[in-house]
């Protein structure tokens, strides 16, 4: 049976402190791209109730094992759910393993960069959203966030350092 993997849409709203005037100011809307895959959890995104998506995405990372294709939906919602809950660095984790999957990885590159944009990482958000445009040079959603991003880079005087701590590992592989 072949199961065609579409996608839903998650606007991401998140709030970065990055002392411009001392003041928190909202991130923008960056898009995250949820798998709408029948994988237990996915449901629960949509409802928008990411704490009881990333356990049932943690059970069904579980039985999933070490099949790629099986996976790579898991990795992707539990990295929205994470970023949803503004648990970065779980995030972060999930989205790397996700690229590293080796599946969908324009979407897989455009949700990492919405996780480094979320950590005040603009220079790897940017690298992130090139990367996505270079696997599918027509995703609407990775070109919007990448302009996004670079009007950050740009707003924080192009400093390619990091406004608040992610690993390095959010650089994209290719």
Known sequence: MDRKTTTLRIIAFTLLSIGLSGN????????????DAEVY????IERGEYAEAAD???LALELAGDAHMMRAPVLNNLCVAYTMQQKLD???????????NGRELSIAYNNRGVVSA????????????EASLDENPADAVARKNLRLAQQRLASVGGNSEK?????????PKG
Do not use: I, P
Request: proline share 0%; hydrophobic share 45%; aromatic share 10%.
């Open 24 to 35: 928190a100011m909202a991130a923008g809307q960056f898009e995250l791209l949820a798998s």
């Open 163 to 171: 406004l608040a701590g992610t690993s390095d590992d959010s650089q």
């Open 90 to 100: 779980q995030a972060a984790a999930y989205c790397d393993e996700y690229v590293a």
């Open 56 to 58: 049932k995405l943690g």
């Open 118 to 129: 979320a950590s005040g990482d603009f220079a790897s958000a940017v690298a992130n959203f």
């Open 41 to 44: 959890g996915t449901r629960a």
